[in-house]
C-alpha cells in the first residue's frame, strides 16, 4: 500500500487520493492529476514527485505558493500528518507503510535494487493519461469516506520513529583525581536512556573532590585518570552498570573487586577506584 | 610482516533484539591485517550463507596470497599497489561462488550480500567495499565515514534530492544499489587511505549506523579506545538498547604502531629506478 493525500477544504473532506505514480501533478488545469478548480490555485501549481515509499512536494512557481504546515516550501520532503496548503485547500499525507501490509521486518530487510529495476512504482497501477482524478469545486462534494477513520495520526511507521536521531551526545567524562576538581564535557543529552526510569548520581567521599556531586545522565560517563585506571558508566534502560576499561587494577564495589564484566549498580553502592571512594544512588 | 603488533583488533556481532538469525558475517587476522565484513540477504538461512561465503573465501584466499606477494609492493601494470589487485580478484571470486551457489540451489535463489573489507601494510590501508556495510575512521577528535554506500539513499543525497539531516526519515533505508552474489560480476569500490598512529577503523554492519547515531559512536570510540574489546560491545549494546531492529556487527582497528614496509637498500633503490 502507497502513501495517501486525503483533499479537504473548511475542514470537510473532499477525497482521498493514492500516490500511485512516479509524478502526480496538482493545478487548476484539467490535465492535472489531482485538479483543484479554484482561482487561488495556479493551472499547473505542485507537483509530487514518489519514489518507492518517500514522498517529495515541489511547487512549481505557482501564484499564491504552497504551505507545508503553515511554512512556504519550494521543495519538501513529505513525512506523513504533514498538512499541505494550496490556498483554502488542505492536503494531508498519509504514509503509514511499515505499520500496515507487510510486517515491519519484512521492510526493513536491506533488498538488492537491480539495475534496470527502476525506483518506480511502476507496478502500481497508473491513471491513463488524460484521465485525472478531477476533484469537483466545493461544495458539491461527498461525505468522508467512513474509511478514513483508520488512518490514526500516530500510526507511524516503526521504521521512523525508531530512527530518529538522538539529539546531542549522550556521553560525559568526570574526571575524577586527588588534585582535580570533577569535569564535565559533553552537553546534556536526549537519548532515551534519559527518558526512561530515575535518574543516578555518584557522590566523592574522598579525596580533594569531597563532597562533589554528579549526575549520570549520559549514556556513558567515564570515572578515573586515563593512563592509570578508568571504569565506564553506562546508563541503560534496564538501568546502571560500571565496567574497568583500563588500568592494572579494577574497579571495586561494596569492597569485593570487579572482573572484566559489566556490573550492575544499586542504590547506595560504595565504588572505589584509583584510591577514591565514591556513593552511586538514585536521585528522589 | 606481521602486523599483530602493530594493529589492534576487536570485533562483535550480535544478531540484534528483533531477528532470530545473524545474517551478518565478520573475520579478521590481525597478523595479516585483514578485517571483513559482510551482511547478507536473502531467504531462510540463504543470507548467513552467502556473508558466510563471502568472509571465508576473502580471508582465506587473502590470507594465503598476502604471504606470497607483499600487499606494498607496486604492481606493474597500475602502479597502485597489489593489495588492490588481490582485492579485487578475491572479491570477484566470492562474487562467482555465492552467484554460482544462487543460481544452482533453488533454496540460496537471489541471495546476496553487502561487503567491506581492509588489508593494512606500509602504514596504509586499502578499503574495498560493496553496498551499505561501512568504513569509518575515528583520528584524534575527528570521526569519519570513509565508505560511501551504494543505496538509493545516498544517490538521492548526492543528487540533492534531499539532505543528509532528512535522509534519517527516509523509508527508503534498506535497499541497496550494489551487493555481491547478485549479478555474474560486481565491480567494488576500492580506495587507499594513508594511516597514523593511534587511528580507530570501524567497520559495521548497517545494524550499528541505522539505530546509533554517528555522533555517538565517535564518542563511545573516543570515550572507550582505551579498552577495544569494549567498544564494540558497548556499541552493539547501545544499537540494541536503541530497539536492535537488525544485526549488528562491527570490528574495531587501532593502529598502535609504525607498520612502514621494510625498506632495505635494494627495494630503495628499486624505487629510485622507477
Known amino acids: 500500500m502507497g502513501a495517501k493525500l486525503i483533499l479537504s477544504m473548511d475542514g470537510l473532506v473532499l477525497k482521498e487520493i493514492t500516490l500511485t505514480k512516479e509524478r502526480t501533478t496538482i493545478g487548476r488545469k484539467p490535465h492535472n492529476d489531482i485538479q483543484i478548480d479554484n482561482l487561488a490555485v495556479s493551472g499547473e501549481h505542485a507537483v509530487i514527485v514518489t519514489i518507492l515509499n518517500d514522498s517529495f512536494l515541489e511547487d512549481l512557481g505557482s501564484t499564491n505558493g504552497t504551505l507545508v504546515n503553515g511554512q512556504p516550501i519550494k521543495k519538501h520532503f513529505l513525512q506523513s500528518n504533514d498538512v499541505v496548503e494550496l490556498g483554502k485547500y488542505k492536503l494531508k499525507y498519509i504514509n503509514d507503510q511499515g505499520a500496515k501490509g507487510a510486517s515491519p521486518l519484512d521492510f526493513e530487510k536491506t533488498m538488492v535494487l537491480r539495475p534496470g529495476a527502476t525506483p518506480k512504482p511502476a507496478e502500481a497501477p497508473i491513471s491513463k493519461p488524460g484521465i485525472s482524478q478531477t476533484v469537483p469545486t466545493m461544495p458539491a462534494s461527498p461525505p468522508p469516506p467512513p474509511t478514513l477513520s483508520t488512518t490514526q495520526p500516530n500510526a507511524k511507521p516503526l521504521a521512523t520513529s525508531q530512527a530518529v536521531p538522538t539529539a546531542g551526545t549522550s556521553h560525559q567524562t568526570v574526571h575524577v583525581s586527588a588534585s582535580q576538581p570533577i569535569s564535565t564535557t559533553q552537553p546534556m543529552s536526549t537519548s532515551q536512556a534519559v527518558a526512561t526510569g530515575k535518574v543516578a548520581a555518584i557522590q566523592i567521599l574522598s579525596g580533594a573532590s569531597a563532597g562533589r556531586e554528579m549526575e549520570l545522565t549520559k549514556a556513558l560517563t567515564t570515572l578515573g585518570k586515563p593512563g592509570v585506571q578508568v571504569a565506564v558508566i553506562t546508563k541503560r534502560p534496564q538501568g546502571y552498570f560500571i565496567t574497568h576499561v583500563e588500568g592494572a587494577n579494577f574497579p571495586m564495589v561494596n569492597g569485593r573487586l570487579l572482573d572484566a564484566q559489566a556490573h550492575p549498580l544499586s542504590d547506595h553502592d560504595i565504588v572505589e577506584l584509583a584510591g577514591v571512594k565514591m556513593e552511586f544512588f538514585y536521585k528522589t | ?274
Not at chain 2, 571483513?36 to 531462510?44: E, F, K, N, R
Not at chain 2, 573465501?57 to 606477494?69: A, M, P
Not at chain 2, 540451489?105 to 581492509?118: D, F, H, N, R
Request: with cysteine; charged share 20%; hydrophobic share 40%.
Open chain 2, 1 to 274: 610482516m606481521n602486523l599483530s603488533q602493530a594493529l589492534e583488533i576487536a570485533s562483535c556481532t550480535d544478531p540484534g533484539i528483533v531477528r532470530s538469525h545473524n545474517e551478518d558475517s565478520v573475520a579478521a587476522d590481525a597478523a595479516k591485517g585483514l578485517v571483513v565484513l559482510a551482511d547478507g540477504m536473502g531467504g531462510y538461512n540463504a543470507g548467513e550463507v552467502a556473508s558466510g561465503m563471502a568472509t571465508t573465501v576473502i580471508t582465506t584466499e587473502l590470507q594465503h596470497l598476502l604471504e606470497e606477494t607483499p600487499p606494498y609492493k607496486l604492481e606493474p601494470a597500475s602502479g597502485t599497489p597489489y593489495a588492490e589487485k588481490l582485492m579485487r580478484e578475491q572479491i570477484a571470486k566470492a562474487n562467482t561462488s555465492i552467484y554460482q551457489a544462487a543460481q544452482s540451489q533453488p533454496q540460496y535463489s537471489g541471495m546476496g550480500t553487502t561487503l567491506v573489507a581492509a588489508v593494512f601494510y606500509d602504514n596504509k590501508v586499502t578499503v574495498a567495499h560493496i553496498g551499505d556495510s561501512r568504513l569509518y575512521r575515528l583520528r584524534g577528535e575527528a570521526f569519519e565515514q570513509l565508505t560511501r554506500d551504494h543505496s538509493l539513499l545516498q544517490e538521492q543525497i548526492d543528487s540533492g534530492m534531499i539532505t543528509p539531516e532528512q535522509a534519517k526519515f527516509s523509508q527508503n533505508k534498506n535497499l541497496v544499489t550494489r551487493a555481491l552474489g547478485i549479478d555474474p560480476t560486481v565491480e567494488p569500490e576500492i580506495h587507499c587511505h594513508a594511516t597514523q598512529l593511534g587511528d580507530v577503523y570501524l567497520l559495521c554492519s548497517d545494524g550499528l549506523n541505522d539505530m546509533v547515531s554517528d555522533e555517538d559512536i565517535g564518542m563511545t570510540l573516543q570515550t572507550l579506545s582505551a579498552n577495544l574489546r569494549l567498544a564494540a560491545q558497548q556499541l552493539v549494546q547501545m544499537a540494541n538498547d536503541n530497539g536492535g531492529r537488525d544485526n549488528v556487527s562491527v570490528i574495531l582497528v587501532r593502529v598502535v604502531r609504525d607498520y612502514a614496509a621494510p625498506k632495505g637498500w635494494l627495494s630503495r633503490f628499486v624505487s629510485w629506478l622507477r
